[in-house]
Nanobody, 124 residues
Framework: QVQLVESGGGLVQAGGSLRLSCAAS????????MAWFRQSPGKERRFVGF????????YLLDSVKGRFTISRDNAKNTVYLQMNSLKPEDTAVYYC?????????????????WGQGTQVTVSS
């Protein structure tokens, strides 16, 4: 069983930066596909980014391309989401997710494991 713990959220002004971390424990981290999702009140959980098992392939939501970067460090069992040039519309709870198959999915229902979420609030 994989356990995921997010950290790094907080309150930041528009234009600022945050780096989210997701530490994993359990089965070999290096075989998992890892993703970040976000969810605002009253809205569905939405894909933000994905990184494959070795970190060679990444995918990002169009609206965050050029501002966000997803990466992983398999030696530390950790995946990161570097968020720059933050906007108020980025405000949400951000969740880390893991896929046992290692495959790339944009649908949150395809992921097997979830963290508890970390709040990101961007003030204007």
């Amino acid at each position: 069983q994989v356990q995921l713990v997010e950290s790094g959220g907080g309150l930041v002004q528009a234009g600022g930066s945050l780096r989210l971390s997701c530490a994993a424990s359990g089965p070999p981290f290096s075989r998992l596909g890892m993703a970040w999702f976000r969810q605002s009140p009253g809205k569905e959980r939405r894909f933000v980014g994905f990184v494959n098992w070795i970190g060679s392939n990444t995918y990002l939501l169009d609206s965050v391309k050029g501002r966000f970067t997803i990466s992983r460090d398999n030696a530390k069992n950790t995946v990161y989401l570097q968020m720059n040039s933050l906007k108020p519309e980025d405000t949400a709870v951000y969740y880390c997710a893991a896929s046992d198959s290692g495959a790339y999915y944009r649908d949150w229902r395809a992921y097997d494991y979830w963290g508890q979420g970390t709040q990101v609030t961007v003030s204007s």
